[in-house]
């Protein structure tokens, strides 16, 4: 269950970092986004994760699971990670990831 994420340290792996575009939508990442290798979401792919606090594009990241992005109109629920001891405020957290998430219905677990 995704939610047994919440404070556990993470592997993140990126495949999409901070300034590539979207294959198929054409965005922009505003921050680094990757996956947790070896396992499995909701839509059958790896667990995806935004690495929030690293301002420059980077190949992999271990940090702390600090909320979960549930959306509620998709089966793709979205990890948020940081360096351990920091944190962001759900309404930072919102704005960092509206760049992808603005087209999905969406509650921060935390």
Avoid: C
């Avoid at 405020?89 to 990831?97: E, N």
């Amino acid at each position: 269950m995704i939610k047994d994420y919440l404070g556990k340290m993470v592997e993140v792996k990126m495949d999409r970092p901070l300034g590539t575009k979207h294959p198929k939508h054409g965005f922009i990442y505003e921050v680094n986004y990757g996956y947790i290798p070896n396992t499995i979401s909701g839509d059958g792919e790896e667990l995806d994760a935004y690495v929030l606090g690293v301002h420059e594009p980077i190949d992999s990241f271990k940090g702390i699971v600090i909320a979960i992005i549930h959306r509620t109109n998709d089966n793709d629920d979205k990890l948020v990670v940081m360096e351990e001891g920091r944190n962001y405020t759900d309404d930072q957290i919102i704005a960092l990831t509206e760049f992808q998430e603005r087209w999905f219905e969406s509650e921060i677990i935390r």
